[in-house]
């Protein structure tokens, strides 16, 4: 580090910079071996070969070789070190590093999935350094194999939408902007896009490109830490000692005050502040469990609290004072609300046993990845590759639910750090922690680390339910539950919801299942005998517009707009008109709630002169819609009605220089 970067871009050299000579553990060691590049020690040289077995590459001086044997280490252990494929943070870096070691195994010629299959090799090659990694290698494959997977259909749907964009260009460049996007969105990468512009004789703007990109780097830099003026924020040099863990109730003296981010003396009624006390009960935000809320109270003023957070080692109390004046020096009694911290404690001890019961029903992968702690519901992200099933929800429920009858006690420690990861317990990967940490101990079933507050004994949570699980992003999932007297709610909702159900169907609880079952065999039914009537009607539309076939030498031409069809009927009806006329091009279309509804058809015989999708693409446009679909079949839809009349009519224009006669 050389510099201290100001919000405006100015960069202030540092008293000391930093030196780094560059000498890592590679370099070391390609010395050692008496070889020229760090490519050609002994542990690349065999994740060299086992890529070039995987992809098929006979060159192993092609260089895309050096970067997947580089990408597959990087990859693998921050996999096995808890971090997942995501759109932000270091999941995003990983993800590009997945993706851009694709892209060379797709240059070497590599058909099918193979980064996953580089894990054992490189299990192997590392030895003990990979020990960690070997325990959860089917993981961190599943992991990989999902990626790339999912990455070959980015590609496909980058491929298409290309194919889109240049079916529409105009000229033999294709812009900057619209190439960055397919690279931005799609993960589609330039020489790609270059690679299919060069086929159809067209070029890319890559100066354009160039500039898109440094528009989005600096737009990264603004929305994200690099960007923030640290040198401005609110600073806090005092520190508060915290009584938290054992007092709801405790004196303290301001320390400090802020207005508008400014430090000031005093405050009067109604004005919006952060007041710093040197002691405090107040829980700052912090491991997920929300600030705590309550009063300060002193002689001539009462500041009610709406939110607590931590400013270095100082505690900022965010709220309003009510009423009368506080001022720096004065004394204030701190109370917090407790019946709302309560609530909050018991959330907090059920997210240790959640996390605990997630190890022993999906594996000893799951991680933590985030959470939030409030008063009305807990919020748990942990690492899993795939949704949980109904069984595994309901058994991970009722594994906490069981510790919490078995009425654990609740202890905590203060030890030093490397003492507590002696014990067993479970930290965060990334977190930072102090030298001096609290141990979290519920009976023996869960130990971790944690500041939070809890409850005294696991029985004081009453009842866990979970309310929700979902996907957050690839490879993460994400649990909502409720505890004690939400969870109770939650039941007697679930609970109302059945009865007023019951009712709807005229049963009761216990008929309710074969209620429904009867009423969604009979809607089955119904709908199949609407399918057989839509059919029908379709049928005899379909003879009826046989009448309207026009000839453009010699080829049978069908144009035709229909009032009151449904439009999921068109398909239906092209398909049995293309079967009537044997030998056709079919235009059909419909207006519904004022949007176009487009087809076309074109029969086998004739696709070599004209595609439906073709066809479609250009009525398409006339009606402010989009299209597509096979040579044979496409569909389009549009929003500006009162073109249709007038792009139905151009159709035999546009075919008249197709059907030439000969």
């Given amino acids: 580090m050389q510099f201290n970067r100001q919000s405006d871009g100015t960069m202030l050299p540092l008293p000391k910079p930093s030196?780094?000579?560059?000498?890592?553990?590679?370099?070391?060691?390609?010395?050692?071996?008496?070889?020229?590049?760090?490519?050609?020690?002994?542990?690349?040289?065999?994740?060299?070969?086992?890529?070039?077995?995987?992809?098929?590459?006979?060159?192993?001086?092609?260089?895309?070789?050096?970067?997947?044997?580089?990408?597959?280490?990087?990859?693998?252990?921050?996999?096995a070190d808890g971090v997942v494929p995501s759109n932000e943070g270091r999941g995003y870096v990983l993800r590009r590093i997945i993706r851009r070691a694709v892209r060379h195994g797709n240059m070497l010629g590599a058909k099918e999935a193979f980064f996953f299959k580089l894990v054992a090799p490189l299990i192997e090659v590392m030895g003990t350094a990979a020990a960690g990694?070997?325990?959860?290698?089917?993981?961190?494959?599943?992991?990989?194999?999902?990626?790339?997977?999912?990455?070959?259909?980015?590609?496909?749907r980058g491929?298409?939408?290309?194919?889109?964009?240049?079916?529409?260009?105009?000229?033999?460049?294709?812009?900057?902007?619209?190439?960055?996007?397919?690279?931005?969105?799609?993960?589609?990468?330039?020489?790609?896009?270059?690679?299919?512009?060069r086929e159809r004789q067209l070029k890319v703007d890559?100066?354009?490109?160039?500039?898109?990109m440094d528009a989005q780097r600096r737009r990264a830099r603004e929305s994200s830490g690099f960007g923030a003026d640290y040198n401005s924020m609110l600073r806090v040099d005092n520190t508060t000692r915290f009584f938290g863990y054992d007092e709801a109730q405790h004196e303290g003296t301001v320390v400090a005050l802020f207005r508008n981010g400014e430090p000031v003396e005093s405050i009067q009624g109604g004005d919006d502040a952060v007041v710093v006390l040197d002691e405090t009960p107040f829980y700052g935000e912090s491991g997920?469990?929300?600030?705590?809320?309550?009063?300060?109270?002193?002689?001539?003023?009462?500041?009610?609290?709406?939110?607590?957070?931590?400013?270095?080692?100082?505690?900022?109390?965010?709220?309003?004072?009510?009423?009368?004046?506080?001022?720096?020096?004065?004394?204030?009694?701190?109370?917090?609300?407790?019946?709302?911290?309560?609530?909050?404690?018991?959330?907090?001890?059920?997210?240790?046993?959640?996390?605990?019961?997630?190890?022993?029903?999906?594996?000893?992968?799951?991680?933590?990845?985030?959470?939030?702690?409030?008063?009305?519901?807990?919020?748990?992200?942990?690492?899993?590759?795939?949704?949980m099933k109904p069984q595994q929800i309901r058994a991970v429920e009722d594994i906490v639910n069981q510790q919490i009858r078995r009425n654990l006690p609740i202890e905590t420690k203060?030890?030093?750090?490397?003492?507590?990861?002696?014990?067993?317990?479970?930290?965060?990967?990334?977190?930072?922690?102090?030298?001096?940490?609290?141990?979290?101990?519920?009976?023996?079933?869960?130990?971790?680390?944690?500041?939070?507050i809890h409850a005294s004994r696991t029985g004081d949570i009453g009842l866990f339910r979970i309310v929700s699980e979902s996907g957050t992003a690839a490879g993460i999932r994400r649990i909502e539950a409720v505890t004690g007297e939400g969870a109770l709610a939650s039941l007697h909702q679930q609970s109302d919801l059945v009865h007023d159900i019951a009712q709807l169907v005229k049963g009761d609880n216990q008929s309710l299942a074969d209620k429904v079952k009867a009423l969604m065999d009979r809607a089955r039914q119904l709908e199949k005998e609407l399918q057989q009537l839509k059919n029908q009607q379709a049928a005899q539309e379909s003879s009826a517009l046989t009448a309207n076939v026009k000839e453009i030498n010699g080829v049978k031409i069908l144009v035709s707009r229909l009032d009151n069809i449904d439009p999921k009927m068109l398909r239906t009806m092209v398909d049995d008109l293309k079967n009537q006329l044997g030998s056709a091009v079919i235009v059909l279309a419909t207006v519904a709630d004022n949007k176009v509804s487009l087809i076309a058809g074109v029969t086998k015989n004739l696709t070599s002169q004209v595609k439906a999708g073709d066809l479609i693409s250009q009525l398409a446009q006339q009606v402010g819609g989009k299209g597509g679909g096979r040579p044979d079949m496409a569909q389009a839809g549009g929003n500006d009605t009162k073109a249709l009349p007038a792009a139905l009519s151009g159709v035999e224009a546009l075919l008249v220089n197709t059907f030439r006669a000969e």
Avoid: W
């Avoid at 590049?37 to 002994?42: A, L, Q």
């Avoid at 990989?144 to 590609?155: D, G, I, K, P, Y």
């Avoid at 890559?206 to 898109?212: D, H, I, N, S, T």
């Avoid at 300060?296 to 400013?311: I, M, N, P, R």
């Fill in 159 to 197: 491929l298409a939408l290309l194919d889109d964009e240049l079916g529409k260009l105009k000229g033999d460049t294709l812009d900057g902007e619209t190439a960055f996007r397919l690279y931005d969105t799609y993960g589609f990468p330039l020489d790609l896009t270059a690679d299919v512009c």
């Fill in 133 to 156: 990694m070997k325990s959860q290698q089917s993981r961190v494959e599943q992991v990989l194999q999902t990626e790339e997977e999912q990455f070959a259909r980015t590609l496909e």
């Fill in 414 to 452: 203060v030890m030093d750090l490397e003492a507590a990861r002696g014990t067993g317990a479970m930290a965060l990967f990334g977190e930072k922690y102090d030298a001096k940490v609290r141990v979290l101990r519920m009976g023996d079933f869960s130990t971790e680390l944690c500041g939070g």
């Fill in 206 to 212: 890559e100066p354009g490109f160039e500039r898109a």
């Fill in 288 to 387: 997920g469990q929300v600030g705590d809320q309550g009063e300060l109270a002193s002689d001539l003023g009462l500041f009610t609290v709406s939110d607590t957070q931590k400013y270095g080692q100082a505690y900022g109390h965010l709220g309003r004072l009510a009423r009368g004046e506080l001022r720096v020096g004065d004394r204030v009694a701190a109370s917090v609300d407790q019946a709302r911290r309560s609530r909050i404690r018991l959330n907090h001890s059920a997210t240790h046993l959640l996390h605990a019961a997630l190890r022993q029903v999906l594996g000893e992968h799951v991680a933590q990845k985030g959470s939030l702690v409030n008063d009305h519901y807990l919020r748990f992200d942990f690492s899993h590759g795939e949704a």
């Fill in 19 to 79: 030196v780094d000579t560059g000498m890592g553990l590679e370099r070391i060691a390609a010395v050692l071996q008496h070889v020229n590049s760090n490519y050609d020690i002994d542990l690349f040289r065999t994740l060299i070969a086992a890529v070039a077995n995987v992809t098929g590459a006979r060159d192993l001086a092609n260089k895309s070789l050096r970067v997947i044997a580089d990408h597959i280490r990087s990859c693998a252990f921050l996999i």
